[in-house]
């Protein structure tokens, strides 16, 4: 029913006739009730009168010619349709109440119920509510509920104006607790070696990430890729290796030393390998692959006593002499 319909039920007074008053084809209107003024330019002394709720916030009334004459005449407006197409359109201009008004409220609760304060929220199904333009519009939280270990809440939100009765809504979603990690600053070739230039930091979702994940950028710089990494995400300890101090395929100076006893050989690396790694080296002289350790660039160092990773191979003509 047009919410107007009820005062013209309500209207017990008798009015003399007034001057011929103009129908407003359309109405803009900046409270929440619509007046006589609203429909009619020249309305008398009763002017001001309110004749009912008018539309929510962003929507409209339209009221059409014959209710118009009931007004008139109840009210004594000298005003009669000229046709049934006359009509005034009653708009109540209105607004989206801001994500972010609604954000900074649900922060304030779940921040009070132990969610990380500065947390990356999510708020997938959020509907904003439309609002009148005019005035003051508050927030707050009725009620929150908030699991730490996922992450995920629902809450109560009340829409708060003086002017209209409070709204409630339900918001559901999941607060991400972000943290600080060191990303690449722009694309690298593999076997780079990393400076604090080419690193940057970014904010991430923990949830995201695993024990091998990089957490510093000290952590990194001085390291080399190992294989291409994407800038901008973070870096995996898979992703770095010590810059290489013996490439695949190099001649190196193998060592053996024990007390007493040193010896030196040239080997073949048969993979690359920085300070401290453990890399095969083929003895060319007996085809044997052993295990040595990088002590520095293109030197090794063989423990004594290491049994060959692949027992030695001897060629025809070493056969042969033996």
């Known amino acids: 029913m047009n919410p107007l319909l009820p005062a013209l039920a309500a209207g017990l007074l008798t009015a003399m006739p007034a001057a011929a008053a103009t129908l407003r084809l359309a ?57 049934t197409a006359d009509r005034v359109v009653l708009d109540r ?65 009340g829409v708060i104006r003086a002017d209209m009765p409070i709204q409630r809504m339900r918001l559901s979603g999941r607060l991400q607790e972000m943290v600080e990690l060191p990303v690449l600053a722009h694309r690298l070739p593999v076997g780079s070696v990393l400076q604090p230039g080419d690193l940057t930091t970014a904010r991430l979702r923990a949830g995201a990430l695993h024990e091998e994940t990089v957490r510093t ?25 010590r810059p290489a101090l013996v490439e695949k395929g190099a001649l190196v100076s193998m060592e053996l030393s024990a007390p007493g006893l040193a010896l030196t050989s040239q080997g073949v690396a048969q993979e690359a390998g920085g300070a401290g790694d453990r890399i095969r080296v083929l003895n060319p002289t007996s085809r044997a692959v052993l295990e040595a350790e990088v002590i520095g660039p293109r030197r090794v160092r063989i423990a004594p006593g290491s049994a060959p990773v692949q027992p030695a191979r001897f060629a025809p003509d070493q056969v042969a002499a033996r």
């Open 27 to 83: 109405t803009t209107l900046a409270a929440p009730v619509v007046r006589l003024s609203d429909l009619f330019d020249d309305a008398g002394p009763r002017a001001d009168r309110v004749l009912g709720p008018g539309p929510a916030p962003g929507a409209r009334i339209v009221v059409e010619a014959a209710q118009l004459a009931a007004i008139a005449r109840q009210f004594g407006i000298d005003w009669r349709p000229a046709s």
């Open 93 to 157: 201009p209105g607004r989206l109440l801001a994500r972010e008004e609604v954000a900074a409220t649900l922060r304030a609760a779940l921040t009070g119920v132990g969610a990380p304060a500065d947390g990356d929220l999510e708020l997938p199904d959020f509907a904003a509510p439309t609002v009148p333009l005019e005035g003051r519009t508050e927030t707050a939280i009725e009620q929150v509920d908030y699991d730490a270990a996922s992450g995920r809440f629902t809450a109560m939100l």
């Open 217 to 241: 950028i000290a952590d990194a710089v001085g390291r080399a890729l190992k294989r291409q990494a994407v800038a901008g995400q973070p870096l995996s300890t898979a992703d770095l290796m």
